[in-house]
């Protein structure tokens, strides 16, 4: 399990986004489980990833959750930051 938090200038709304493409079925094929404008749950390949997602000033902090997709969380969080 892998639990990151990271910044990004993206919108909640647009990280949140960008995580369902990522992950999700046109991305690394994760079923979605959960899509709000700032949180989404993936399921699939025994594990899961969760994305939630704040305001911190001029900023969005995004939290992610993985159990058994760490290479893939850091590939995203790379990507959004």
Do not use: C
């Amino acid at each position: 399990m892998l639990r990151l938090e990271i910044q990004t200038k993206l919108s909640p709304e647009k990280a949140v986004e960008k995580a369902v493409a990522f992950f999700g079925p046109d991305g690394y094929g994760l079923e979605v489980k959960e899509n709000y404008k700032n949180h989404a749950y993936f399921e699939g390949g025994g594990g899961g990833v969760t994305i939630s997602t704040s305001v911190k000033g001029k900023k969005t902090a995004v939290d992610i959750v993985s159990n058994e997709w760490d290479f893939q969380v850091r590939e995203f969080a790379e990507k959004i930051t």
